[in-house]
């Protein structure tokens, strides 16, 4: 029996000394593995399908997150997800419970047992362990990741040269600065291939595609490119630029980066330096001829002669910009080919969509072929014209004109020719300035010359008449024309009526105007110049001065005021076929002003005289009152007095009577039947027997009908004294 059992005794014995060394094999496999797992330094979970709790946890997640293994086991992923509830991550993992996808990965972020946060990506699967599922968590700390991807984006973002990603051909990122320098939207370049925003050839005559995929395949090979490449912007103007294109890795993907730098200035200064003789002599010439003179219209003569030696052309022209109409001020070369384009034509600049463009982008513009350019106005006499290149003139900033080539064939102007136009055009316009600024101080002088002159003419005057003659004759002579007029306003009467007037102007003497009324009393009432190119058609022009305008003739309305005070209008009209300039306006708002200051000296000087009379009158009164005791001669002689020194015509003095209680008559002169006596109130209250105004001042006071004076009774002495 002990032989029969031996074995099967052995048999078990061996069999169990073989499942022993199993289980020690993969003890020792379970403790390799969880070594593994603890020394990993990434976070590692194993948390249950249904329950959701935690079942192991490694040391890097106890590490990064605070808690004991203890705390973690009653915890779920829940209870360290803040982004998450259990609907919302139920319905994360069912595709895994479901089998539709065998892993998944997501960013999110993980709380700490001290409350902080910080970003994690999720590495989520679900694991057959024996006959259960459990699903293993593998987390990263992306925070550096982010980090850097920050400042990545950071000086993606803010680079000074446009950055481009490219994946296989096609452009999937770029930053402000390409937006900027290619002159497309973002959502324009993304999709396109840098063939797309290239012409069609480069300089070398190689295709774009063909070398820019050359490239691209040897910098996808790990080789780092650099390159002079010519872009093209969406206006269909180019740039030179020059790329820098590496491989860049990106979370395990490959694409290209592309650093495009402008270097236009550059290739323009090299240029420059290969034309240097030819170019650089032909602006020192034409610098030198436009800073000799300034006067504009030999400045521009000059101009044409030396354009036509940088940029040859079959003709030219200059063209100034005012106030949105563009006018052709000189021209060369268009005569030998049987188009006489007329000096001082003008249009509107929107008109022409060659200028148009050139006044919006500021450069120049060319047009290899006029028959391609359907925005192009072409006029009977020009057939001749194939191609155009045109510069803007920019003072300070600010469009004054425009460089004009015209050309007898087509692709007569490159690129480079309207580089040198450009040039040309940025010198003449300091020139130009310089012209503009001679000529503004020309002007300005001429003004201060003719207001002086006209200053010495008016100083001689002696009476208000002489000096408002003086003025408008000096005026009309200086602006060339025979037609003026000065109003002056009448405060006793509320109105304005024309003190001297010259020419067909003579005819508005009899009307008066309020103020308000009429252009003139606009201008009054306004204290504003008023420029009007057709007096007859004006609105504002009275319907009874309209009837007497000749035809087609405009005219300047100044006021003529003394420091805050207006006193009248000076008004100037011109004939037919000769307008108004600015500078005519100015002046006459100058002289406007100085005669309104003279007009004030001469009055002030009128009522110092009139007053310095009275107080002789006075004396000689009192003087003649002292030597003489006769009433009557005293009376007598005081009339005398009065004709003489006031120059009045009638005259009448009346005594107080206390016992009648009437005023008697004493004395008179210049009247014809005198009424011996009257009450004293009745002299206020009667109307006089002639017609005339009369004006408030003091306790009554009555208008002569022969020359205007006013008449008062002088209480002291109970006399009817002539009262200035």
């Known amino acids: 029996p002990v032989l029969a059992i031996y074995p099967i005794a052995t048999l078990l014995v061996g069999k169990i000394l073989s499942l022993n060394f199993q289980r020690q094999h993969a003890s020792r496999e379970r403790e390799r593995l969880l070594a593994v797992l603890e020394s990993s330094l990434n976070e590692i979970y194993l948390f249950h399908p249904e329950t959701l709790r935690f079942e192991y946890v490694n040391a890097a997640a106890l590490r990064n997150l605070g808690y004991s293994l203890e705390q973690l086991r009653t915890m779920t992923p829940l209870d360290i997800k803040p982004e998450f509830s259990l609907a919302t991550f139920r319905e994360k993992i069912r595709p895994l419970l479901n089998g539709e996808v065998p892993n998944l990965v997501f960013e999110t972020r993980h709380r700490r047992a001290d409350g902080s946060t910080y970003p994690v990506e999720v590495h989520l699967q679900l694991v ?70 290239s012409p069609p050839l480069q300089p070398d005559g190689v295709p774009s595609d063909v070398k820019g995929r050359e490239l691209l395949h040897l910098a996808l090979m790990g080789e780092a490119q650099l390159f002079e490449w010519v872009h093209l912007r969406p206006d269909g103007t180019s740039f030179y630029a020059e790329v820098s294109l590496s491989a860049l890795n990106l979370e395990g993907q490959t694409f290209m980066q592309a650093i495009v730098r402008d270097i236009s200035i550059r290739k323009r200064m090299e240029k420059s330096e290969r034309e240097a003789r030819l170019l650089a002599e032909t602006l020192r010439e034409t610098a030198l001829s436009l ?191 025979q037609d003026g007029a000065i109003w002056m306003y009448d405060s006793s009467r509320d109105e304005l009526r024309i003190a001297i007037a010259a020419g067909w102007q003579t005819r508005l003497r009899p009307f008066a105007l309020k103020p308000g009324e009429s252009i003139a009393g606009n201008v009054y009432l306004r ?21 007497v305008v000749p035809e087609r003739t405009g005219g300047v309305f100044v006021p003529v005021q003394s420091g805050v005070q207006t006193l009248g209008v000076f008004a100037i009209t011109l004939p037919a076929g000769k307008p108004v300039q600015p500078d005519d ?140």
């Open 527 to 547: 204290r504003e110049v008023y420029l009007t190119h057709d007096l007859k058609e004006d609105p504002l022009n009275a319907l009874m001065i309209r009837r």
């Open 128 to 197: 057959q362990v024996g006959s259960e599922r459990v699903f293993l968590a593998v987390i990263q700390d992306i925070t550096e990741r982010l980090r850097s991807a920050m400042r990545y984006r950071a000086l993606f973002e803010h680079a000074y040269d446009a950055v481009l990603i490219i994946e296989g051909e096609h452009i999937i990122e770029c930053n402000p600065r390409a937006v900027e320098l290619f002159g497309n939207r973002r959502e324009d370049l993304l999709g396109k291939t840098p063939f797309d925003i």
């Open 291 to 481: 800073t000799s003179t300034l006067e504009l219209d030999e400045l521009l003569d000059r101009l044409l002669e030396n354009l036509e030696r940088v940029v040859p052309a079959s003709a030219c022209n200059v063209m100034l910009v005012e106030d949105g109409m563009v006018r052709v001020v000189r021209a060369r070369g268009y005569r030998e080919r049987g188009y006489m384009p007329t000096e001082g034509i003008t249009f509107p600049l929107n008109s022409t969509r060659n200028l148009l463009n050139i006044a919006e982008t500021g450069r120049a513009l060319i047009i290899p072929r006029l028959e391609e350019y359907s925005d192009w106005v072409r006029i009977p006499g020009t057939e001749w014209m194939q191609s155009y290149a045109g510069a803007p003139i920019l003072v300070k900033g600010e469009l004054v004109g425009f460089l004009n080539l015209d050309g007898d064939r087509p692709d007569q102007f490159s690129e480079e020719d309207g580089e040198r136009l450009q040039l040309f055009a940025d010198q003449v316009a300091v020139a130009f300035a310089n012209a503009q600024l001679y000529r503004q101080t020309q002007r300005l002088l001429h003004r201060l010359e003719a207001i002086n002159h006209i200053s010495n003419v008016l100083r001689p005057a002696q009476t208000l008449d002489d000096l408002l003659n003086r003025l408008l004759t000096e005026t009309l002579h200086l602006l060339e024309t």
């Open 585 to 724: 306006v100015s002046l006459l708002a100058a002289l406007g002003e100085m005669g309104g200051s003279a007009i004030q000296r001469m009055r002030l000087h009128d009522e110092m005289r009139m007053h310095i009379q009275r107080l002789e009158m006075l004396h000689r009164v009192d003087t003649e009152v002292l030597k003489n005791a006769n009433l009557n001669d005293t009376l007598r002689m005081a009339l005398e007095l009065i004709h003489e020194t006031l120059q009045v015509d009638v005259a009448v003095i009346r005594l107080y009577n206390p016992d009648t209680q009437l005023l008697e008559l004493a004395a008179s002169f210049g009247m014809g039947m005198v009424e011996p006596a009257i009450p004293p109130g009745s002299i206020w209250r009667e109307k006089p027997r002639w017609s005339g105004t009369q004006r408030a001042s003091g306790a009554g006071t009555r208008t002569s009908p022969l020359n205007g004076r006013n008449w008062c009774a002088a209480k002291g002495w109970k006399w009817l004294l002539p009262c200035l």
